[in-house]
């Protein structure tokens, strides 16, 4: 990469970075003291805000990144991330926005709180949404990394690739800590009418560059690719065995399910003010997002027609940089000026969608710490004082901000590092192990606890433990870890779980633990709780 490239991509990130910034301090004029004003923004945003909103925090580097670099690798194959991505949006609509946004408050936890008393099950709950946004986190900081090294011409060394992901961390620290909800939604806004708009730029020239002609794309593609006409054909990359066909199914499972029960979107339901705001907003993230993954699907066999699988394989193997490079072929190559700008834009928007998809990540765990974990054990505590006064509201509700405050220092550390770790992995697929987390251990519970009349406190947290001890067991002991020669430690071999997606095995035993929990419990189920949460869950009655 010239030297014009890196000069015009590092002023357009420069500009990004600013206005970003700039968002932040606006929003964060009147400094959010309340948990209601720095996890859910004072819930003052309309349906389109939050659509719009949900979409930025939704189409994240995997879906710009990693699922075009899969397709561009694996055709037809890796069609299926773009597919599973948008469906799951189907069981969001039909089974949780409204539900959510009626029972919770902040967090996962609440809304499993409205149903059982417990604090365990409270504690439970932030343990697993910590652990889905974490590894969620990595996917972004490996995509960082990734267009980084791109900027560099592809000799960015080890210091390089640290300080671009630090910076990252530190950036998105910056938004939490100074604006909450707030900042951290308009900056999604603001990012998703970005990406939005370049990857419809791209589709539109490459769909030009083929004359509107998409049998013409597809046929292009499969002859650059190096695979001929496998390339179009099942089985691609999930076709090599029995293992590789229930990978597929694994994964498939996983995409489906596990959006329903990410943290950072179900935090999104808690800032509009009522439950048909938040069905309202996601239809309009339905819309916007399904444009958007059509777009990715052009885009991944366009860069497959332009680029050519092996040009895409050498830069990087794993995919992350097709996008950055069919832009540079379609504005006219590494040696125009065509090619310079738009290499340049797409880097940007491949840049703030990394900064936007970090904030809202780190803040949704970072509440979680807060709100779920440091709460419970301070209620834990003051029950326990004899003959001692508790905390007043005013007092807890301070301390719990500053907590969560501290909380996304921590959280961006912890993501920095494994980000590094994980730094050769398609971001794409970081992603889904993240979906299969959350599928796993969040959703049986969150389910559970709206719909199962016969539900315990006892069900919840195996179900919790159930899903999320197995998910994360599974993936160190897979080939993703260990025993390939792209795994996270390629000189060990100590995997003994054949499928790289845990979710064919985790999620049935996340739903098997919450039920076996359920019916072997001593304690009976409280109909009167039951009753409640259903009353509120369907028309709203006592929602915060």
Known sequence: MTGEHQKLALLLFCAFVALTLAITLWAGRRRPGSPEEFYAGGRLFSPMENGFAISGDYMSAASFLGISGLIALYGYDGVLYSVGFLVAWLVVLLLVAELVRNCGRFTLADVVASRLRRPQ??????ISSVTVSVLYLVA????????????????????????????????????????????TTWIQIV???????????????????????????????AGRSGHGADFLAPGLAYGGGLADRLDFLSLGIALVLGTAGLPHILARFSTVPTATAARRSVIWSIGLIGGFYLMTIVLGFGAAALVGGDAVRADDPSGNTAVPLLALGLGGGAASTGGTVLFAVVAAVAFATILAVVAGITLASSASVAHDLYATVRRSRARRRAGRTAQGPDGESAGEVAVARVAAAVI?????????????????FLVGLAFAVAASANLPVLLYALFWRRFTDRGALWALYGGLGPAVLLVVFSPVVSGSPDALFPGADFHVFPLQNPGLVSVPLGFFAGWLGTVTSAEPADPVRHAKTQVRALTGAGAA
């Open 121 to 126: 099950v409270r504690f439970a709950a932030g």
């Open 140 to 183: 972004q900081m490996v995509g960082a990394g990734s267009l980084v090294v791109l900027l560099a011409g592809g000799h960015a060394g080890t210091g390089t690739r640290t300080a671009a992901v630090a910076g990252v961390g530190a950036l998105m620290v910056t938004y939490v800590v100074l604006g909450g909800m707030r900042a």
């Open 191 to 221: 990012k998703a009418v970005l990406l939005l708009a370049g990857a419809l730029t791209l589709t539109v020239l490459v769909l030009l560059r083929f004359h509107g002609d998409p049998g013409a794309l597809l046929e292009a593609a």
């Open 412 to 428: 961006g550390a912890l993501a920095i590092g494994l980000g590094l770790l994980a730094r050769d992995l398609n971001v794409a």
